[in-house]
């Protein structure tokens, strides 16, 4: 690189000090110099306790041991959701990390399933994935490695405190060379040439100038949003919710998943940690009270609660650019998509990732920029698209919210994917966005939405063959998952907090 980059983030929180860490991790130390300003004053949402696969891939990109991380944020290991009541009230399924079926079968295993239940064949999909009944049964080990194996086809990711991440990650940054300076932002100037920002003003006075900038500043969207005119792009008419009142409660079960249940108005989540329980209700404001919705959160809760609920207010939607000018909005301050399926965090950690090589000098290149942009928006719609599903399939009639989520229209690129796989089992496999067919086809069979048909492919073995073939491999599963240890036992031994916190 010709020409050094002097960078300012503006704002700690999760997303800050993910990007302070990456920056001063991954770039060549010299003709770098990276910054990063936050107030006390201002408080951070922190309320993010789940996360995806991906964040191993972070953490290991920046050479983060994994069991020094979940010491020292009272961390668990996370195998899937589990969904409650979601499409009828009494329905229960697991969103797992990891495939359905043998993994050589990846894409072949699930119309197999289908001749095989159109038969008049009984079986629920969820026993034929290993993840699934691990997390069923509370169960947590590594996958093995090597040779493919019934327990080598998938994956984990964690549970964690998010403020002890962020404060995890700030120490690493700190360490490796970022620099923290205190202080509330009073002004930002801009060029006045480019109008790009060339520097912001504290309230000590003290003006920090810099050549590129990553707006972390939340809701607000300081830089990006208020400073830069970055319009907003609001897709609350599908994703209705635009409240959550959070609160913890003593430690229960250590269970490896996260638990989402249906709501008269929305959802509420369940969290376990080491040392407490996270608990939240999501709800939309127009059809329940915040009162009422707090009050249904209090006596939803399996442990008595170590706090006073907080509620935040949030718009589910996104900035039309995540890249304008010389900034880049990151969390919060680029787009909001609400906590269903925990990606909050991946939706920085995937801006941070594909940012680094597109990184500019001096002078920006409108061909990085927009080809940022374009990685973007494709996570951001396709997590969209992935999110309202979950709403779009529900067959609940008992409540105003799932009466209008049924019926409501839904985008094209997400209405073309549930007409696929209803009528022949077609999932799409795409490279850039988060979610998989078998996180597709775990929402679409978990809501019951069978499709009518299948491949002619799954035909190609005798129908007694194939029955024969399905029972060994969840007994099989059954079997190895026998094996496992109890979730919180191997915390114990691996990753136990020496101080909860």
Known sequence: MSEPLDIVIVGGGTAGW????????????????????????????????????????????????????????????????????????GSRYIHPFGVHGPAHMEHLFHHQWLRAVQSGWKSDIGDYSFAAQAARHCRFQFPE????????????????????????????????????????????IQHSETGGIQSLRLESGEVISGNFFLDCSGFRS???????????????????CDRAIAVPSERDELSPYTRSTAMEAGWRWRIPLQHRTGNGYVFSSSFISEDKAADS?????????????????????????????????????????????????YLVQVAIMQLVPLLPGKRIDPRLRDEFNRLMDLQYERIRDFLILH????????????????????????????????HNGIIEKYKDGLFTPTSWLSVFVGQGLIPENYSPVADAIPQEKLISQLDAFRTEIRDRVDEMLPHDRFIDRYCAAQVVR
């Open 145 to 188: 490695t090597g040779t493919p194996t019934v327990n080598s086809a998938y994956t984990y990711a964690y549970h964690f405190d998010a403020s002890l991440y962020g404060a995890f990650l700030r120490g690493i940054a700190e360490q490796r060379g970022a620099v923290r300076m205190q202080g509330k932002v009073t002004e930002i």
């Open 222 to 240: 300081l830089l990006l949003g208020e400073t830069l005119g970055v319009g907003w792009e609001d897709w609350s008419k599908w994703l209705v």
């Open 18 to 89: 993910m990007a302070a860490a990456a920056l001063v991790s991954l770039l060549p130390p010299d003709g770098w110099r990276v910054r990063l300003i936050e107030s006390e004053e201002i408080g951070i949402v922190g309320v993010g306790e789940a996360t995806f696969p991906e964040i191993r891939y972070f953490n290991e990109a920046i050479g983060i041991d994994e069991a020094e991380m979940l010491r020292a944020t009272n961390g668990a290991f996370k195998l899937g959701i589990q969904f409650v009541d979601w499409g009828f009230k």
């Open 391 to 422: 709403y779009k399939l529900t067959r609940r009639d008992d409540a105003e919210i799932w009466r209008y989520c049924a019926a409501m229209d839904v985008p094209d690129s997400l209405s073309r994917k549930i007409e696929l796989f209803r």
């Open 297 to 345: 959160l209090i006596r939803s809760l399996e442990t008595k609660p170590l706090a006073e609920p907080r509620v935040l207010k949030f718009q589910s939607g996104r900035r039309v650019a995540s890249w304008a000018n010389n900034c880049v909005a990151l969390g919060l301050a680029g787009g909001f998509l609400e906590p269903l399926e925990s990606t909050s965090i």
